[in-house]
Every structure is written in C-alpha cells, then in structure tokens.
C-alpha cells in the first residue's frame, strides 16, 4: 500500500518535464523583460543627463535649431537645439509612407485577388530579395541614382528629404506589402462570396468590402513601416545631406536623428555635454519606437472591438 501511495502521489516524467519547460519559459521571458529595461534604464539615465547633468533646457533642444552641444549660449546652457534632426527624420518617414502606402496596397490586392499562383510566386520572391539586401546597398543605390536624379530633374544639390524618402520608400515597401497582404487574407471569404452573390463586381468588392474590412491591418502595415523608416540610419545619412538645418524644403540638405548620432557617436567623449547630447538623441529615438509600438497595439484593439 505504501508503494502503491507513494507511486501515486510523486511527480511522474511527463510532470518533472512540463516543470522544467515552464521554469525555462518564464526564465526567458523575465530575461527579456530584464534587458529591455536595461536598455531603456541606460538610454533614458545618459539621455536625461544633458539637462540634468549640464543644465541644458527641455525646451531648448525641442524648439530651436541650433545644434553645437560644445558651445554655451548667451545663458550659458550647451546650444542643443534637436529641432531640425526631429523634423528631418517626420519629414523622411512620413513621405517614405505616403509614397510606399498606395504601391503596397495596390501589389497585395494584385497577390491575392488578381495574380496567379507564377505571379504571386515571382513577387513573393521579389519581395523577400528586398528584405535581405543591407541598408548599406541600398545607401549606395540611392547615392548614385537617385541623387543626381533629383539634381538633374528637381535642381538642387540632389542631397536633402525627398532623396532620403525616395531610399526610405523602396527599404519599407516589402515590409508593408507582406503585412497587407496578411491582412487582406485574413479577411473573411463569406464576406467576398456574400458580395459578390449580390451582384457586385470585383473591383467593387475589393473597394467596398476588402479594402474597408482591412483597413486597420494596412494601418499596423503602415505603422511597422513608419518604425522602420523612423529608425534607419546608414542609408538616409549617405543621401540626405547631413546638415543640422531646418528643413525649409523636400530638396535642401538635411539630418536625422540617426544620422546625427551614427556621425557624431564615436568623435566624442562618454560623459562630455556633446556626448550626453547624442545620448538624449537616441532617448528620442527610443521613445518613438515605444509610440510606434503603442500606436500598433491600439490599432489591433479596435480592429478586435
């Protein structure tokens, strides 16, 4: 009986195993979570510094537009002024989107309501060569193609917004392309079946119905690519011209907070004003990423409700 007890109450292999399981499961998750606060705890304390640290003035580095962290002001706070490399990297990111928004959407609906299998298999695969070419082919691309093409037909110096948006545009298109196509394909069949049982054509049925019921999936698309853009930064830096100005036009050379930072990271000092600059920079850029993120959950609440 005491055997029979005893085999009985122990732990069995497949229990001990299910144990170990979930230990390494929430081992993994609570490192992750612990590195993410890591990194955020790291940026936001050398990013905080530079007005904590050297005096610098919040609205100073958000308002105005000179930036020299090297130099004091006439009241003697660092000149940090991150206006223009703010606006410069909304104004690449957001042309980036308008432009690549339409092509995606027009390529998905061409996949998965148009294409034959041969057509959705070639652009299936066009689109996953684009995913994998680096960011630094792509800088190279746009240095020796799409700059002189902007000079010759646009004027200018060929550097500034529209060459870095037009890099930006081919760099996040295979990205909005494949979720929208996610999207399209999870809409319901019944919906399209019940429409077309109506008597609507298929070019209605894509408008009024297939299009609307994924409108927010293409707006997550849209997002996740507008979080790329926001974050590049070898590509944009070797086409926009890097110069902190106030961007007054698509074709003036200008800079983006990456840019700024992949430029200027390793010419400083840890711990000087110039670097606790930069490091107030990526605090940005962190930021925005968490927006990104925060914008993409709220989507995907509404699309549930």
């Known amino acids: 009986m005491d055997k029979i007890k005893e085999k009985i109450t122990s732990n069995s292999k497949e229990t001990r195993q299910e144990l170990r399981g979930k ?4 081992s993994a998750i609570g490192l992750i979570i612990l590195v993410v606060l890591a990194i955020f705890i790291f940026v936001a304390s050398k990013g905080l510094a530079t007005f904590i640290q050297d005096n610098a003035s919040l609205k100073t580095f958000l308002t105005t537009t000179t930036w020299n962290p090297n130099v004091l002001g006439a009241d003697g706070k660092p000149l940090v002024g991150a206006l223009p490399m703010i606006a410069g990297s909304f104004g690449v990111t957001i042309l980036a989107a308008l432009l690549a928004t ?3 959407v027009g390529t998905a609906l061409y996949m998965t309501e148009l294409a034959g299998k041969r057509g959705r298999d070639f652009l299936q695969v066009v689109i996953e060569l684009l995913v994998g070419i680096p960011s630094v082919v792509y800088g190279f691309i746009g240095l020796n193609v799409v700059v002189p093409f902007v000079r010759n037909h646009f004027g200018g110096s060929g550097y500034g917004i529209l060459a870095g948006a037009v890099v930006l545009f081919v760099m996040i298109l295979p990205t909005v392309t494949s979720m929208t196509v996610d ?3 999870a809409v319901p069949k019944h919906y ?7 008597g609507a054509t298929q070019w209605q049925t894509i408008y009024k119905v297939l299009l609307r019921a994924s ?6 698309a849209v997002i996740f690519g507008m979080a790329r853009a926001f974050g ?3 590509a944009v830096q070797m086409v926009i011209g890097n110069a902190s100005l106030l961007p007054t036009s698509l074709l003036n050379p200008a800079s983006t907070l990456t840019s700024v930072l992949t430029m200027g990271i390793g010419n400083t000092v840890m711990g000087t004003t110039a670097n606790n600059a930069l490091w ?3 605090l940005v850029l962190l930021l925005m990423s968490l ?3 925060v914008l993409v959950r709220w989507v995907v609440r509404k699309r549930k409700m």
């Not at 230990?23 to 929430?26: D, N, Q």
């Not at 399209?192 to 109506?198: D, G, M, N, P, V």
């Open 23 to 26: 230990i390494l499961t929430y």
């Open 102 to 104: 339409p092509f995606a």
């Open 183 to 185: 999207a399209l394909k």
């Open 192 to 198: 399209k079946s019940a429409s077309l049982a109506l």
């Open 215 to 220: 409108i927010p999936g293409i707006l997550t």
């Open 232 to 234: 590049e930064a070898l």
């Open 280 to 282: 107030s920079l990526a």
């Open 291 to 293: 927006l990104f993120n």
